[in-house]
């Protein structure tokens, strides 16, 4: 049972040193309740009292980790139902299948495909984060050689799918190092594939058909030594499944009901990549901490991912690039300077139209905390001493030898300020970015 705010603040040292970065040890406690602060920081809390506040302190979810090096991912630690609340932290991990009934090269040509879905969008790169060996094939040698194969061939994290604890055993034996994520436990191989994930230090994913058999199977598998555990609700419909992981994560962040307080996985293996692509996105959108498909068709992983990326930026930090100064084209010493500033995509846009004109210019994107044009001068993120300190600092005055600079239309009224703090000639430019290469084309 969580405890309360006043509850917790009747154990702390009570001294307000501040030492935790709050102004008082009640609004750490307050915080602490709200899962908003670790009881790590604050130093002077004693043993007794940690052992005390260990259920109130630990993570609502677990974090679960699986992969090795650059390619592992993180599952869990979520702290809220809804991103406006706070933000979402661990973005959903999209897996591709590669069957163990297939063998030399159509194996090697499909996880080869598996490693190619990697795509760059507004200046992000994405991509699929997993690969899920699938036990098609009944046997558990097959399973573990794929797997191998798998491993060698493939640097991404690994889930090996069957509900067979013999083939789990064999392939977690031979890719144990690469630290798989076993899938799946059920009720029935509870105590085998819980051994195997010990022994083998892989988490692993809890099966069943209904919230209330999982709560229970994860109690069993954490009794038999497994802490990273992954939920998975399998047999339903779509919208039983999406209802499903919206009760436990319910049940996990709102009643600290620690049986359901893991990421969870969702299997979407079957149907035709529409299908495929529409569930995975419902999936995404309610909760699924891991989707494994079948299809590896660019054209429906894309928008799962655009999805999740679009799911898990902070709300509160627009999408950012680095301030900085861009070069477009084999700009020179004598053309054209613009600027902007470093909302993404503001930016892109206003990059996109400058290639577009196919006049070569710098752009100075200035930081505005990733706002546009008009919130950032309504805000004074954008005034003239920012463009200013921003020209010095990016060293403008080297880059071209006349002194003009184009600022958007929107901030018009900025041009005289600018011009007395730069001593540069401000020149205004469109409103409208797609008014751009009319603009420099006439300018250059
Ligand atoms: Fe209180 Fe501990 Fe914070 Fe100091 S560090 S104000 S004792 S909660």
Request: proline share 5%; charged share 25%.
């Amino acid at each position: 049972m969580a405890l309360t705010g006043l509850q917790i603040f009747k154990v702390l040292p009570k001294t307000n040193c501040k030492k935790c970065g709050k102004p008082t040890c009640l609004a750490f406690a307050m915080a602490l309740a709200q899962k908003k602060a670790s009881l790590d920081e604050c130093p002077d809390a004693t043993d007794e009292t940690r052992a005390m506040l260990a259920e109130a302190s630990a993570p609502p979810m677990q974090k679960v980790k699986f992969g090795t090096g650059d390619s592992a991912v993180e599952l869990g630690a979520e702290t809220v139902m809804y991103r406006h609340e706070e933000k979402f932290y661990s973005p959903t991990v999209i897996a591709v299948s590669v069957s163990d009934a297939i063998s030399g090269d159509e194996l090697k040509a499909r996880i080869d495909t598996v490693n190619a879905l990697q795509f760059d969008r507004v200046g992000t790169h994405i991509q699929v984060n997993a690969i899920a060996v699938v036990n098609d094939s009944g046997s558990a040698d097959t399973f573990a050689s794929v797997a191998e194969t798998v491993k060698q061939a493939s640097p991404l994290a690994m889930i090996l799918v069957s509900e067979s604890a013999d083939a789990l055993g064999a392939a977690a034996g031979k890719v144990a190092d690469s630290v798989p994520l076993l899938a799946c436990a059920t009720a029935e191989t509870a105590d085998a594939v819980a051994k195997i994930a010990k022994d083998n230090k892989c988490p692993l994913v809890a099966a069943a058909d209904s919230v209330d058999a999982l709560a229970e199977l994860t109690e069993k598998i954490k009794a038999a030594g497994v802490e990273d555990i992954v939920l998975c609700l399998k047999g339903m419909s779509l919208k039983e499944e999406m209802y499903g992981l919206t009760t436990a994560r319910a049940a996990a962040l709102k009643k600290s009901f620690r049986p359901l307080g893991y990421p969870t996985l969702s299997l979407v293996l079957g149907g035709t990549p529409e299908e495929q692509a529409g569930k995975a996105l419902s999936l995404v959108s309610k909760y699924a901490g891991v989707v494994v498909l079948d299809t590896a068709e660019a054209y429906a992983i894309l928008p799962v991912l655009t999805t999740i990326m679009n799911i898990y930026t902070d709300p509160q930090k627009p999408v950012q690039v680095e301030p900085k100064v861009y070069k477009i084209g084999e700009a020179g010493d004598d053309s054209p300077m613009l600027l902007t500033t470093n909302f993404s995509l503001t930016y892109y846009t206003v990059e996109s139209d400058a290639e577009a004109s196919r006049v070569p210019c710098y752009i100075l994107v200035v930081d505005t905390e990733g706002t546009s044009v008009l919130t950032a001068y309504s805000g004074d993120k954008l005034n003239e001493k920012v463009v200013s300190e921003a020209m010095k600092k990016f060293g403008v005055e080297d880059m071209v030898k006349h002194r003009k600079m184009i600022i958007p239309g929107y901030v018009a009224v900025m041009s005289g300020k600018l011009e007395e703090e730069t001593g540069w000639e401000i020149l205004v430019g469109p409103r409208e970015s797609s008014m751009l290469p009319k603009y420099l084309q006439d300018v250059a």
